[in-house]
Nanobody
């Protein structure tokens, strides 16, 4: 399984970006997906997760109401729509896939077995 994250870049505060994560080697329709991020000098933290059905989602409190996770099973891709970006959102963003079929949402890194390479998001003030 390979996850390829893209869509990062430099944006001004208040702007928007949409991250994509394309999966190859295994269909994502059976698996929960997640986004995590790591800011310079900080540990990686949970951002958002979506269940295998594409229905239930969970978010970190810091992004709730501004970010939206979704998945397109036909495209085998998961997305993270990020609106009202803040300088504190600056980080490398990683997508991840749970290994268990019919898995639900999770904020725990240990429950994700496959990780993308990360895409840099920089928000200027």
């Amino acid at each position: 399984v390979q996850l390829q994250a893209s869509g990062g870049g430099l944006v001004q505060a208040g702007g928007s970006l949409r991250l994509s994560c394309a999966s190859s080697g295994r269909a994502i329709k059976w698996y929960a997906m997640g986004w995590f991020r790591q800011a310079p000098g900080k540990e990686r933290e949970f951002v958002a997760s979506i269940s295998w059905t594409g229905g239930p989602t969970i978010y970190a409190d810091s992004v709730k109401g501004r970010f939206t996770i979704s998945k397109d099973n036909a495209e085998n891709t998961v997305y993270l729509q990020m609106n009202s970006l803040k300088p504190d959102d600056t980080a490398v963003y990683y997508c991840a896939q749970r290994s268990t079929r019919w898995s639900t949402t999770s904020h725990r890194e240990v429950e994700y077995d496959y990780w993308g390479q990360g895409t840099q998001v920089t928000v200027s003030s």
